[in-house]
């Protein structure tokens, strides 16, 4: 062969590949390989722990507020005791819920770090009676339970000498690369830290919006943290490094442009351990949230809060159990699904099995006989109450034979097939759901 030739069939050796498989719906696929899990996964349990529940104030912002000096709020470290804390129990209750990945607050901005870091002194083990890692257990007990390990990471840290940023109205320097250098240097440390030790599935920064990307070397931190988990996925604070959106105690009201997406929500009106905070959502309420987000393709990430010994307060316990016992007897409308219908050809939530052929529909109201559905141009197979199983009757009206329009399918629903807390019905349908555009 002559040297042409076959510096010819080299390049087309290498070229033709990479026309076969362009490279953005190979990563495309991997990506959503990557994020499969957390799709699926539709509920994940937050959890804010740390020194703030001792005196039961502000996580962090109570200082950096002005509400009390950093001297005084570092006074709680010596109440931190985790006496009672016992992780198996935090995971038999977050998996009772029907959460799939739980979210642990390693460090607040605050600059406690739950754990014994090498970089920085400020940690639990050495500055509190509680004397010990409290990571690790968290970790192993999740995975014992096989619950998605995610571990939240504030970027900015208000205690740190070498961070800018004090309080609101205190700043430590403006403009000096050394020290913000030295800072860098810790925050990746700790980073590095984080993913090498717990090898977590998931990592939940916060804090972002204090620098740019640049500042906090946001693609080196995503680097580092997919070269030693190829899997692991990132929330979206990390300056446009991330990987799915985390709106924060605002239900969107359409649906959002992000792929990937996840409500952050309190239970009450705090995110740590506030006795003072008796503003409970309801559990109706909070499966209302959850059926919208369900609806909308997203995830809820509820936060609980464990008071400084360990323990979950009573009324944090209890909406999970209920929150589980709905779950549960309506999974198969919940977990692996998609997106709902779109507004109009349904008064209500809904979500569309994996293979589309189930159309549910969520009732978060008592219905007055019947429920109505619009727009759908297929036959239906047959209608049932979810997690109950009762064959529901339903009529077909305004589909004339020389029309082409799908028609209002008329669904009966008996007071006694009610649930207590929100009804959910199957539409199974003779194939792939074909909505009327
Ligand atoms: C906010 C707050 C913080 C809380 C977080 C949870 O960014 O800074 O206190 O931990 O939201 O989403």
């Known amino acids: 062969m002559s040297k042409i030739k076959l510096t010819f069939l080299l390049i087309s050796l290498l070229i033709l590949p990479a026309l076969m498989y362009p490279q953005t719906s190979d990563t495309s696929i991997v990506n959503q390989n990557r994020m499969q899990w957390f799709r699926d996964a539709k509920l994940g349990i937050f959890i804010h722990w740390g020194i703030y529940s001792v005196a039961g104030i502000d996580e962090s912002w109570s200082f950096f507020n002005d509400y009390i000096t950093h001297y005084d709020y570092m006074k709680q470290l010596d109440g931190f005791d985790a006496s009672s804390y016992k992780p198996d129990e935090w995971a038999e209750l977050i998996k009772n819920s029907g959460a799939k990945y739980a979210v642990l607050t390693t460090k607040h901005h605050d600059g406690v770090a739950l754990w014994k870091s090498d970089f920085g002194d400020l940690n639990v083990v050495n500055n509190t009676p509680a004397g010990k890692d409290l990571v690790a257990p968290f970790c192993k007990a999740l995975r014992k339970n096989k619950i998605k390990v995610g571990l939240y990471y504030s970027l900015l840290d208000w205690s740190h000498p070498d961070y800018p940023n004090f309080t609101r109205n205190k700043k430590r320097y403006l403009d000096d690369s050394i020290r913000w250098e030295r800072f ?24 972002d919006w ?25 929330n979206s604070r990390l300056q446009g490094y991330g990987d799915y959106a985390t709106p924060e105690q605002g239900l969107p009201v359409t649906k959002p442009q992000d792929d990937y997406w996840e409500l952050c929500m309190t239970i009450n009106d705090s995110w740590g351990y506030q006795p003072n905070d008796k503003n409970y959502k309801s559990i109706d309420q909070i499966i209302n949230i959850f059926a919208q987000c369900l609806w909308m393709g997203g995830n809820l990430l509820l936060d609980i809060a464990p008071k400084a010994d360990g323990t979950i307060p009573y009324e944090q316990q209890r909406v ?118």
């Open 320 to 437: 999970l159990k209920e929150l589980g016992r709905w779950i549960s007897k309506h999974e198969t409308a919940i977990y692996k699904t998609n997106a709902g219908l779109p507004p109009g050809y349904f008064y209500g939530p809904s979500t569309i099995s994996a293979d589309s052929t189930i159309v549910y529909l969520f009732l978060p109201y008592k219905p007055n006989g019947q429920i109505m559905l619009k727009g759908i141009n297929n036959d239906i197979n047959r209608i049932w109450v979810v997690g109950n199983g009762t064959k529901l009757d339903y009529s077909i009206y305004l589909k004339p034979y020389w029309s082409d329009k799908p028609g209002l399918v008329f669904i009966d629903i008996p007071g006694s097939v009610l649930d207590e807390n929100m009804t959910v019905v199957a539409v199974l349908l003779d194939g792939p759901l074909k909505p009327e555009d």
């Open 184 to 207: 860098t240097k810790f925050n990746l440390g700790q980073i590095g830290e984080i993913s090498d030790i717990y090898n977590p599935d998931l990592v939940w920064f916060d804090g």
């Open 210 to 234: 204090e620098q740019t990307d640049e500042m906090w070397r946001a693609k080196e931190i995503r680097n580092l943290l997919l070269e030693k988990n190829g899997n692991i996925i990132i």
